[in-house]
C-alpha cells in the first residue's frame, strides 16, 4: 500500500496543531518536512526548532528533505529533533559516505533526492547506503507546480532493481488524488503531497482516494 507523506510547508501554519491532528487522523502515515536555505533553492522555509515542535505534538515518521547548499551547518540541530530521516540532495557534499556516517550515527534513516535534471546514475554508487530515494518531480522551492512525468521513469528504474526492493521510492511534486494512479504504476512507495492535500477540503476524502488508486492498478 502507498505512505502518504503530506508536506506541511502547504498546511495552515497558524493552526498547526489542528493540521497535525487532521491529517493524522486523515490516515496519512508520514509527514514531509522541507527544509529550504534560501540559496539551494530560491526559499525559505522551517529551522530545528519547527521541526522539534512537530516531534513533540505527533508521532507520524518526520521524513525531513534537506535543501541546503551546505547540509552540514543544519546536520547536528536537525539530527537532535529526534527525526526519523533526513534526505539530502549529493551534489551538495563532497563526501556522501562522510556525511551518511554523520546521520547514521543518529539512528536517522538516510534519503537521496534526485531533482528533476540529475539522473539515476548520478547516486549509482551510493544505492547500497541509502535508505530511501526522492525523485522530486517538480524543480523544489515553491509549492504548487505542476508535475513532470518523465521524471517517473526514474521510479521505475529503481523499483525494478533487485538491490533496492526493500527501500522506500518518494515521489515529490505535483502529487495529487487525479494522478497518483502514475506514481503507483512506475512503483513508487512513498508520495509526498503538499497543496493536493491542504488545498482540499477534506484530507481524509483526498487521502483515502489516493490509497484507493493501490487498490485499481
Request: charged share 20%; glycine share 6%; proline share 3%.
Amino acid at each position: 500500500m502507498l505512505k502518504i507523506a503530506p508536506s506541511i510547508m502547504c498546511a495552515d501554519l497558524l493552526d498547526i496543531r489542528k493540521e497535525l491532528r487532521l491529517v493524522e487522523q486523515a490516515g496519512a502515515e508520514w509527514l514531509h518536512v522541507d527544509i529550504m536555505d534560501g540559496h539551494f533553492v530560491p526559499n525559505f522555509t522551517f529551522g530545528a526548532d519547527f521541526v522539534k515542535s512537530l516531534r513533540e505534538e505527533t508521532s507520524l515518521v518526520l521524513d525531513v528533505h534537506l535543501m541546503s547548499s551546505n547540509p552540514y551547518e543544519h546536520l547536528e540541530s536537525l539530527l537532535s529533533a529526534n527525526i526519523d530521516r533526513l534526505t539530502i540532495h549529493p551534489e551538495t557534499v563532497t563526501d556522501f559516505y562522510r556525511i551518511a556516517h554523520i546521520i547514521k550515527s543518529y539512528d536517522v534513516e538516510l534519503g537521496a533526492a534526485l531533482n528533476p535534471h540529475i539522473s539515476v546514475g548520478h547516486i549509482s554508487e551510493i544505492l547500497n547506503i541509502i535508505d530511501s530515494v526522492t525523485v522530486m518531480t517538480v524543480t523544489p522551492g515553491y509549492a504548487g507546480k505542476g508535475m513532470i512525468e518523465s521524471c517517473l521513469e526514474k521510479v521505475k528504474f529503481l523499483s525494478e532493481l533487485e538491490s533496492f526492493q526493500k527501500k522506500d521510492i518518494i515521489v515529490d511534486g505535483g502529487v495529487k488524488a487525479h494522478n497518483i494512479d502514475k506514481l503507483i504504476s512506475a512503483g513508487a512507495t512513498v508520495a509526498v503531497s503538499g497543496t493536493g492535500i491542504f488545498n482540499t477540503s477534506d484530507y481524509k476524502e483526498t487521502i483515502n482516494a489516493m490509497k484507493s488508486a493501490s487498490n485499481l492498478i
